[in-house]
């Protein structure tokens, strides 16, 4: 089973950076997908990043929202993917959460509790 905590969250103003962490408090998820997802209020879950092992190393994915300021990696000797944050902006606020892909079900079945983000103008 991969449980997932996110930590990392927190207040700070538009052009801060955040570093958000994912760990898996289960087994090892370093063959997983990881991503990372938000909710801002009033708003559905939206998709921000992905990271994928492949046999040339890492592929990565963003979305247009966030490309260029997010930047997704990962620690396998500490089972842990990153989300840096640069450039924030207010309309980044939103909970974030990771997520891990069963690769069975190729769905993302396993979801952290989130950390709440907030980007104050």
């Known amino acids: 089973q991969v449980q997932l905590v996110e930590s990392g969250g927190g207040l700070v103003q538009a052009g801060g950076s955040l570093r958000l962490s994912c760990t898996s408090s289960?087994?090892?998820?370093?063959?997983?997908?990881v991503g990372w997802f938000r909710q801002a209020p009033g708003k559905e879950r939206e998709f921000v990043s992905r990271?994928?092992?492949?046999?040339?190393?890492?592929?990565?994915y963003y979305a247009d929202s966030v490309k260029g300021r997010f930047t997704i990696s990962r620690d396998n000797a500490k089972n842990t993917v990153y989300l840096q944050m640069n450039s924030l902006k207010p309309e980044d606020t939103a909970v974030y959460y990771c997520a891990a892909l069963d690769a069975g079900s190729g769905r993302f079945d396993y979801w952290g509790q989130g950390t709440q983000v907030t980007v104050s103008s």
């Open positions: 990271i994928t092992s492949s046999w040339s190393g890492p592929l990565t």
């Open positions: 289960g087994r090892t998820f370093s063959s997983n997908t």
